[in-house]
């Protein structure tokens, strides 16, 4: 694989069920990101990681948790679902500071949640 | 708060040029990005500022004047395939990335 893989692609989910997002990159980036993107809105930062082993809480966290057990995978999970986290989630990565902090992205996912 | 504000909609021909703008008002300043996103797929870059001026790639440039907090990208030889949704990013004191909702550019032949 090359650059950032997501999965699924799609999803339809009942609500007060849980849903974990995989998101994996091959590109030895340090940083990944997750975010939401919703119509009218701009990207919204869930959660991120600077690091392997660290995790931090963006704009929006509630309901949603994050691990980073290793540089490649960064899952976000949906511990008990609610129509309003219906939503495209983008994963994203980047390797540093100025224009080596470029974010890159994954195809992401598209929640249903009903 | 911090706030980031481009046009909804713009149009423009075939051929001809376009300038998106983008204000913004950030807790500090660590960069501004650029990103094209086609309807349906992920955000793709295209720009990164961070010194006052302008940067050109091909048929595409981006401005910045940081004290006015305001850029600008400049599209030029317009092609169907530019037709995309074009997102400004200001990257704030802490390092995160904050949003505009972006400007969806509509090409008419």
């Known amino acids: 694989i090359a650059g950032i893989t997501q999965a699924p692609t799609s999803q339809i989910l009942a609500a007060g069920r849980r849903m974990t997002l995989r998101c994996t990159q091959d590109?030895?980036?340090?940083?990944m990101y997750w975010y939401r993107q919703d119509l009218g809105l701009g990207l919204r930062l869930i959660h991120y990681?600077?690091?392997?082993?660290?995790?931090g809480k963006g704009e929006v966290p509630d309901g949603y948790s994050v691990s980073r057990a290793n540089t490649d995978d960064f899952p976000l999970t949906l511990a008990s679902a609610v129509p309003s986290q219906t939503s495209v989630y983008f994963c994203?990565?980047?390797?540093?500071?100025?224009?080596?902090?470029?974010?890159?992205f994954g195809p992401g996912t598209r929640l249903t949640v009903l | 708060g911090q706030n980031i504000d481009q046009p909804t909609e713009m149009t423009a021909t075939e051929g001809a040029i376009v300038q998106i703008n983008c204000t913004y008002q950030?807790?500090?300043?660590?960069?501004l990005f650029w990103y094209q996103q086609h309807a349906g797929e992920a955000p793709t870059f295209l720009s990164y500022?961070?010194l006052d001026g302008l940067e050109e790639k091909g048929r595409f440039s981006s401005f910045l004047s940081r004290s006015k907090g305001y850029s600008y990208l400049l599209l030029k030889e317009l092609q169907m395939k530019d037709s995309a949704s074009y997102l400004c990013?200001?990257?704030?004191?802490?390092?995160?990335?904050?949003w505009g909702a972006g400007t969806k550019l509509i090409i008419k032949p």
């Open positions: 994203a990565s980047s390797a540093g500071t100025g224009e080596s902090g470029t974010q890159y």
């Open positions: 590109m030895r980036h340090n940083a």
């Open positions: 990681s600077n690091t392997a082993g660290t995790t």
């Open positions: 950030t807790s500090g300043f660590n960069g």
């Open positions: 500022n961070v």
């Open positions: 990013a200001v990257r704030d004191s802490n390092y995160q990335l904050i």
